[in-house]
């Protein structure tokens, strides 16, 4: 398994202001991966990050709203930029354990935009 | 594309009554299945996963088997207890290329009354 830290836990911001957030593995993993999920919603991934090259992204989601930052094999921070309330969400990492096809989450960061 | 469709909620349940969720999932080839699931205020948790026909994963009381003539991997718990009211995820995992990528279901919230 992995284990997987996320900071900050929560946080409540005013908008137009952008927050950073920060994700550590106890283990050195090749991919990482940032989820989105809206109240009530359902986990919608953001992009996939690996280190030593740009982040992927997925339809919807772009570099200059949540830019990524991978610098080395157990950390990354997504970026929340220019926040809006439609990006009150609970945003997650994740990563696939080694050796198997098993993804771990942490435990969220619940943002919350005035 | 890959999808999975979970049972409408909220499901309502008393204690150690028996407890079905249905998955359903739509995808090519023989991908991976999970079930995680996510308590009040906190953030994804693996519960169990399967990933070949016919395997049964198990954890905390709660099955699934993976049903390759059915497409379905429907969780199952005996007996439950108030402790398990969370939302419940069902979900497919393939490989594209290098990525491993997680298709969610909506989640079903379940409450088990005392």
């Known amino acids: 398994s992995a284990v997987i830290s996320q900071k900050p836990s929560r946080d409540i911001c005013q908008r137009g202001t952008s927050l950073t957030i920060q994700c550590q593995v106890d283990?050195?993993?090749?991919?990482m991966f940032w989820y989105r999920q809206q109240p009530g919603q359902s986990l919608t991934l953001i992009a996939t990050?690996?280190?030593?090259?740009?982040?992927?992204?997925e339809s919807g989601f772009v570099i200059d709203k949540f830019p990524i930052s991978r610098p080395n094999l157990t950390f990354s921070t997504l970026t929340v930029s220019n926040m809006s309330p439609e990006d009150s969400s609970i945003y997650l990492c994740s990563v696939v354990a080694p050796s198997t096809d098993t993804q771990y989450f942490g435990p969220g960061t619940r943002l919350t935009v005035l | 594309g890959d999808s999975v469709t979970q049972m409408e909620g909220p499901v309502t349940l008393s204690e150690e009554a028996f407890l079905t969720i249905n998955c359903t999932y739509t995808?090519?080839?023989?991908?991976?299945l999970f079930w995680y699931v996510q308590y009040p205020g906190e953030g994804l948790q693996l519960l169990l996963k399967a990933t070949k026909a016919d395997d049964k994963g198990s954890n905390k009381g709660f099955e699934a088997t993976y049903r390759k003539e059915t497409t379905s991997f429907h969780l199952e718990k005996g007996s439950v207890q108030v402790s398990d009211s969370a939302v419940y995820f069902c979900?497919?995992?393939?490989?594209?290329?290098?990525?491993?990528?997680?298709?969610f279901g909506s989640g079903t919230q379940l409450t088990v009354l005392p």
């Open positions: 979900a497919l995992s393939r490989s594209s290329g290098s990525a491993r990528q997680l298709t």
């Open positions: 995808a090519t080839g023989y991908p991976s």
């Open positions: 283990s050195q993993v090749t991919m």
């Open positions: 990050a690996n280190q030593g090259s740009e982040a992927t992204y």
